[in-house]
């Protein structure tokens, strides 16, 4: 069932997607044995070149995180990818759940809206 449902998300979140996609993905499953899992590449919508793999968004769904804090899960996302954060990963949007979660309430929170600029651009406030 397991892989049934890592392939699905696959699927739905298109496909195999770029080289850092699969390797989100790969790091990610090796980790933290998730029952479910999506990856989300959002870098088009913030205005970087075709194929800049920059911004995502990752759904992990672990029976690893009972019993602990969203912060815990969230740095346990973070250490399975240090060195893509370290890297060409710029923006991480982590959902992170137990199987009882995902199974009570399995909505995946929208993307959070891209705010434009750059760091290369001063914001006038």
């Given at each position: 069932?397991?892989?049934?449902l890592l392939?699905?998300?696959?699927?739905t979140m298109?496909?195999?997607?770029?080289?850092l996609?699969r390797?989100i993905?790969?790091?990610?499953?090796?980790?933290?044995?998730?029952t479910?899992l999506?990856?989300?590449?959002d870098?088009p919508?913030?205005?970087?070149?075709p194929?800049a793999?920059t911004?995502f968004?990752v759904?992990?769904?672990s029976g690893?995180?009972?019993?602990?804090p969203p912060?815990?899960?969230h740095?346990?996302v973070h250490?399975?990818?240090?060195?893509?954060?370290a890297?060409?990963?710029?923006?991480?949007q982590v959902t992170?759940?137990?199987?009882e979660?995902?199974?009570?309430?399995?909505?995946?929170?929208?993307?959070p809206p891209c705010?434009g600029g750059s760091?290369r651009?001063?914001?006038?406030?």
């Open positions: 069932m397991r892989g049934a392939a699905a998300a696959g699927r298109g496909g195999s997607g770029g080289p996609a390797t993905r790969s790091k990610l499953t090796a980790a933290l044995q998730p479910h999506e990856v989300r590449d870098s919508r913030h205005g970087g070149p194929g793999e911004h968004g759904l992990v769904v690893l995180f009972a019993g602990l912060l815990q899960r740095r346990l250490e399975a990818l240090r060195e893509e954060l890297g060409p990963l710029h923006a991480l992170a759940r137990t199987p979660q995902w199974q009570s309430d399995p909505r995946v929170p929208p993307a705010l760091k651009e001063r914001r006038r406030g």
